[in-house]
């Protein structure tokens, strides 16, 4: 009996790569022009193919596979703190930081920026995500070092170069730099004021100028960075301690030494595998105060309502490819002799995903207008900014880890595995409702804001009530809001989550009846808003109540 040949392969098919992620999204499209982008859309669509290339796909699975490694000491003994990344790694923070999105959005006036740098952050996540925590945080830096005239001579080119440094050398002799954030300790988490590392001044007095910082970091983010914003209480010289303040501290002293931010270990992820996190031990960190002695934690939020805004995009991005993912393999795979995105039960699936992603991403785009335009002076746009940044946060962050799950689960075993495009989805997931503060720390800061700043809650409000009108779904929805936010402060931190939720829905459902077609309205705020509001799981409607054909077919062109 003569041995068996091998079996071939049928009815498996591998994720989608090689196509432009922009000609295949007709609502970024949509967005891009409606937003004043137009200008940008050339290099967009150029990255997007750059993007979209099997290679690209390739280098996103390996900086993943080979994580990071910490080397802390050379052969003899010395202190080196240096990490060790794949080839890959370097390659995708290579092609991020030519795009020029790093300094963007304050490179110049021209109408549009911030549109097109959301679009570029949105298309990046959407194939690699662990690079991207550098980059927020580079970014989210700009506007809090410009505040420092001295520094920002000094760092200005540097920050808005479009090169790519890796090497770990001085400030002075690089040709870009990357900013990472230094705020988390391990007995404060999200409450920063928890923070016990001191920093004492050098010099007597030491106001406004360099400082010594002594304490631990739980979470150190992306310890490579060429400096760190960092969060320390003030030691004044006769021992009493003061408040916070925020400092910048570089990787190397300014005499040219290694400063003493030593590299305890990196962290062992669920996701955002490519990306470096570390337990640091500041001993004696030279550090340069940056504002106020004691506001160091306005100072430090002020960074941090940008990257949330970045959560806002990387969910929205990772929503995409779980969409995209799973319609373009349904479409291929048969089951119980049909295609599975013809069967019944899966379509309301797929459907449910496509409303997810768009009304995701057209809340995302919508705010980074809003940044925009906030700059300038409109009031409208300030409390879009203020209140819907950690609502959204809270949201979408929360949808993108339910929905990698199902995303998963369209894939079957195929998904469970680690070489696959969703399964990284399902771990990179969690990260962005972690990162930046939980989702009762952001339900919490919206009522904060709408608490602090009435006046910019009921201009939010009316102007959700406006966009809602003539729908009735959404109308209802905007008049109970405003009614259950009216009542006193105490009641309604318990029941914070159901507001922000149904804050984010009113005002996705409102985007979308603005700009989306009516199939992609009605199917959102039906399964949403309607008669079939509060489907627990992923697709829990009739499906047959929906468009679904043009629903999947907008999302991702047969």
């Given at each position: 009996m003569?041995?068996?040949d091998?079996?071939?392969?049928?009815?498996?098919?591998?994720?989608?790569?090689?196509?432009?992620?922009?000609?295949?999204?007709?609502?970024?499209?949509e967005?891009?022009?409606?937003?004043?982008?137009?200008d940008?859309?050339?290099?967009?669509?150029?990255?997007?193919?750059?993007?979209?290339?099997k290679?690209?796909?390739l280098?996103?699975e390996?900086a993943?596979?080979?994580?990071?490694?910490?080397?802390?000491?050379?052969?003899?003994?010395?202190?080196l703190?240096?990490?060790?990344?794949h080839?890959?790694?370097h390659s995708?923070?290579?092609?991020?930081?030519?795009?020029?999105?790093?300094?963007l959005?304050?490179?110049?006036?021209?109408?549009?920026?911030?549109s097109?740098?959301?679009?570029?952050?949105?298309?990046?996540?959407?194939?690699?995500?662990?690079?991207?925590?550098?980059?927020?945080?580079?970014?989210?830096?700009?506007p809090?070092?410009?505040?420092?005239?001295?520094l920002?001579?000094?760092?200005?080119?540097?920050?808005?170069s479009?090169?790519?440094?890796?090497?770990?050398?001085?400030l002075?002799?690089?040709?870009s730099?990357?900013?990472g954030?230094?705020?988390?300790?391990?007995?404060?988490g999200?409450?920063?004021?928890?923070?016990?590392?001191?920093?004492?001044?050098?010099?007597?007095g030491?106001?406004?100028?360099?400082y010594?910082l002594?304490g631990?970091?739980?979470?150190?983010?992306?310890?490579?960075?060429d400096a760190?914003?960092v969060?320390?209480?003030?030691?004044?010289p006769?021992?009493?301690?003061?408040?916070?303040?925020?400092?910048?501290?570089?990787?190397?002293?300014?005499?040219?030494?290694?400063?003493?931010?030593?590299?305890?270990?990196?962290?062992?992820?669920?996701?955002?595998?490519?990306?470096?996190?570390?337990?640091?031990?500041?001993?004696?960190?030279?550090?340069?105060?940056?504002?106020?002695?004691?506001?160091?934690?306005?100072?430090?939020?002020?960074?941090?309502?940008?990257?949330?805004?970045n959560?806002?995009?990387?969910?929205?991005?990772?929503?995409?490819?779980?969409?995209?993912q799973?319609?373009?393999?349904?479409?291929q795979?048969?089951?119980f002799?049909?295609?599975?995105?013809?069967?019944p039960?899966?379509?309301?699936?797929?459907?449910?995903l496509?409303?997810?992603?768009e009304?995701?991403?057209?809340?995302?785009?919508?705010?980074?207008q809003?940044?925009?335009?906030?700059?300038s002076?409109?009031p409208?746009a300030?409390?879009?900014?203020?209140?819907?940044?950690?609502?959204?946060?809270f949201?979408v962050?929360?949808?993108?880890?339910?929905?990698?799950?199902?995303?998963?689960?369209?894939?079957?075993?195929?998904?469970?595995?680690?070489?696959?495009?969703?399964?990284?989805?399902?771990?990179?997931a969690?990260?962005?409702?972690?990162?930046?503060?939980?989702?009762?720390?952001m339900?919490?800061?919206?009522?904060?804001?709408?608490?602090?700043?009435?006046?910019?809650?009921?201009?939010?409000?009316?102007?959700?009530?406006?966009?809602?009108?003539?729908d009735?779904?959404?109308t209802?929805?905007?008049h109970?809001?405003?009614?259950?936010?009216?009542?006193?402060?105490?009641?309604?931190?318990?029941?914070?989550?159901?507001?922000?939720?149904?804050?984010?829905?009113?005002?996705?459902g409102?985007?979308?009846?603005q700009?989306?077609?009516?199939?992609?309205?009605?199917?959102?705020v039906?399964?949403?808003?309607?008669?079939?509001?509060?489907a627990?799981?992923?697709?829990?409607?009739?499906?047959?109540?929906?468009?679904?054909?043009?629903?999947?077919?907008?999302a991702?062109?047969?």
């Amino acid at each position: 009996m003569h041995a068996l040949d091998t079996h071939d392969v049928f009815n498996q098919f591998d994720e989608l790569t090689g196509y432009n992620l922009v000609q295949a999204d007709a609502a970024l499209q949509e967005i891009l022009q409606r937003q004043q982008a137009q200008d940008f859309t050339a290099p967009l669509l150029h990255f997007a193919t750059q993007l979209g290339n099997k290679t690209t796909w390739l280098q996103a699975e390996q900086a993943n596979r080979h994580a990071p490694e910490l080397n802390r000491f050379d052969a003899r003994g010395r202190a080196l703190d240096a990490l060790e990344f794949h080839p890959s790694w370097h390659s995708l923070m290579t092609l991020y930081r030519e795009q020029g999105l790093i300094s963007l959005p304050f490179e110049s006036d021209s109408p549009g920026r911030w549109s097109a740098w959301a679009a570029g952050f949105y298309l990046h996540g959407q194939v690699e995500q662990g690079t991207l925590c550098p980059a927020t945080m580079t970014t989210a830096a700009i506007p809090v070092l410009q505040k420092e005239t001295q520094l920002w001579q000094q760092l200005q080119a540097q920050l808005f170069s479009h090169d790519y440094d890796a090497r770990d050398l001085p400030l002075t002799q690089k040709k870009s730099i990357w900013i990472g954030m230094g705020m988390t300790e391990k007995q404060g988490g999200s409450d920063v004021r928890a923070n016990t590392t001191l920093a004492t001044p050098i010099a007597a007095g030491g106001r406004g100028g360099e400082y010594l910082l002594r304490g631990h970091k739980w979470f150190f983010s992306a310890p490579m960075c060429d400096a760190h914003l960092v969060v320390a209480r003030m030691a004044a010289p006769g021992g009493e301690i003061g408040g916070h303040a925020c400092f910048f501290v570089p990787r190397w002293r300014p005499d040219g030494s290694k400063n003493p931010v030593r590299i305890q270990r990196l962290k062992d992820k669920v996701g955002n595998r490519s990306n470096s996190s570390a337990e640091v031990e500041l001993q004696d960190a030279y550090g340069i105060l940056m504002g106020e002695e004691g506001r160091g934690i306005p100072t430090i939020i002020e960074m941090a309502n940008y990257t949330r805004l970045n959560c806002v995009l990387g969910s929205a991005a990772i929503l995409r490819t779980a969409t995209v993912q799973t319609i373009a393999y349904a479409r291929q795979r048969m089951v119980f002799g049909k295609l599975l995105a013809d069967q019944p039960l899966m379509r309301g699936v797929l459907a449910d995903l496509a409303l997810e992603s768009e009304a995701a991403l057209q809340l995302a785009m919508y705010l980074a207008q809003a940044y925009e335009a906030e700059a300038s002076g409109d009031p409208l746009a300030r409390a879009w900014k203020r209140i819907m940044t950690p609502a959204a946060k809270f949201w979408v962050c929360k949808r993108s880890v339910e929905l990698t799950g199902e995303a998963m689960e369209v894939f079957g075993g195929n998904g469970y595995v680690q070489e696959s495009i969703v399964s990284r989805l399902f771990r990179e997931a969690p990260v962005n409702s972690i990162w930046e503060g939980s989702g009762n720390v952001m339900c919490l800061d919206v009522l904060r804001a709408m608490g602090r700043e009435p006046e910019a809650a009921n201009l939010l409000l009316q102007d959700l009530i406006t966009m809602a009108a003539g729908d009735a779904e959404l109308t209802q929805l905007a008049h109970s809001l405003a009614r259950r936010l009216s009542a006193p402060a105490l009641e309604l931190e318990p029941q914070a989550r159901r507001l922000v939720q149904d804050l984010v829905l009113l005002a996705q459902g409102c985007l979308l009846r603005q700009h989306a077609p009516d199939f992609m309205v009605d199917g959102f705020v039906n399964t949403r808003l309607g008669e079939q509001r509060g489907a627990m799981v992923v697709g829990a409607f009739n499906a047959a109540m929906l468009d679904v054909d043009a629903i999947l077919q907008r999302a991702l062109p047969a």
